[in-house]
């Protein structure tokens, strides 16, 4: 087991917008119940115990009253906002400062095939934080935000444009475990959409305390070692229905 030594904290002021009137800085921030290492937690960012999921259907208001039939229509409800995927090609890494990079996860802390092992070599401090965050048995349908572990210009003249160090990272635990233990794909799915909301409210609870996160970008999950058609996972983000303060668009990236 390595040492529980957090990642090295990034600077608070320099994620934050200038107008930001909040102090703490998260290393990383998780909505879900489980154990976070309370060492990396910023003492104002308590975990409120996460809402179970809600179903999509629960969102849209409830039905006309039928009392008159000849009443006129009431005005229809707006439908809600589902997210939006717009599909680029490049490497999912050659992005901006501040950019946000989403990938699937399996929950044993290992990060050691397909693009997982890039996310290793490239972010070691964000590998870190999620193998300590694994040792607390994060649930699948969950999801772990990790701040940069640089501020974009610390020690540098100018922030150069793809600096991995000013990137965030998304975790989605999309199955338990790998190899021929992953989950079923019906459970990978359900997990997929629990944990892509979990982390959306991640990041606008972040942006509500004044950081800044870019854009939100992902490879196309599952689709690997997982072994998911990526089509049945789209579908699934694309009936997430976006709350209010949510991002509404995640950009998908295909070498
Ligand atoms: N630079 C790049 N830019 C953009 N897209 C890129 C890319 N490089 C590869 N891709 C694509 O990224 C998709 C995902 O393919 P992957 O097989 O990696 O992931 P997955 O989501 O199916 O499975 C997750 C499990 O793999 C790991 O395993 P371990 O932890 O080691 O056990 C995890 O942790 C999980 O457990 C495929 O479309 C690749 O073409």
Same mark, same amino acid.
């Given at each position: 087991m390595p040492s529980s030594t957090p990642p090295p904290n990034p600077s608070a002021n320099t994620h934050k917008r200038p107008n930001a009137t909040t102090s703490p800085t998260p290393t990383i921030k998780r909505t879900k119940t489980t154990t976070p290492p309370?060492?990396?937690?910023?003492?104002?960012?308590e975990e409120s115990p996460m809402p179970p999921p809600t179903p999509d259907n629960m969102d849209s208001a409830p039905?006309?009253?039928?009392?008159?039939?000849?009443?006129?229509?009431?005005? +229809?409800?707006p439908s809600p906002t589902h997210l939006t995927l717009t599909y680029h090609q490049g490497?999912?890494?050659?992005? +901006?400062?501040h950019t946000l990079l989403i990938h699937a996860c399996n929950t044993l802390g290992k990060w050691g095939a397909g693009i997982a092992l890039a996310f290793k070599h490239i972010y070691p401090s964000a590998y870190k934080t999620y193998y300590n965050h694994c040792a607390s048995k994060p649930a699948r349908g969950t999801a772990l935000l990790i701040a940069p572990s640089q501020p974009p210009g610390q020690g540098q003249a100018q922030v150069q444009?793809?600096?991995?160090?000013t990137h965030w990272i998304g975790c989605l635990?999309?199955?338990?475990?790998?190899?021929?233990?992953?989950?079923?794909e019906d459970v990978i799915l359900r997990s997929t959409g629990q944990a892509m909301r979990d982390l959306l409210r991640s990041i606008a609870e972040m942006e509500k305390d004044g950081f800044v996160v870019g854009t939100v970008r992902m490879c196309?999950?599952?689709?690997?070692?997982?072994?998911?058609?990526w089509e049945a996972t789209e579908q699934v983000l694309r009936e997430i229905v976006i709350e209010e303060g949510w991002r509404g668009e995640v950009e998908v990236w295909e070498p």
């Open positions: 309370s060492d990396l937690k910023p003492s104002n960012m039905a006309p009253s039928n009392e008159s039939t000849t009443a006129p229509a009431t005005t +229809p409800s490497s999912l890494f050659t992005a +901006p400062p444009d793809q600096d991995p160090g635990f999309t199955s338990a475990k790998y190899g021929r233990n992953k989950d079923a196309k999950i599952n689709s690997g070692k997982f072994g998911v058609e």
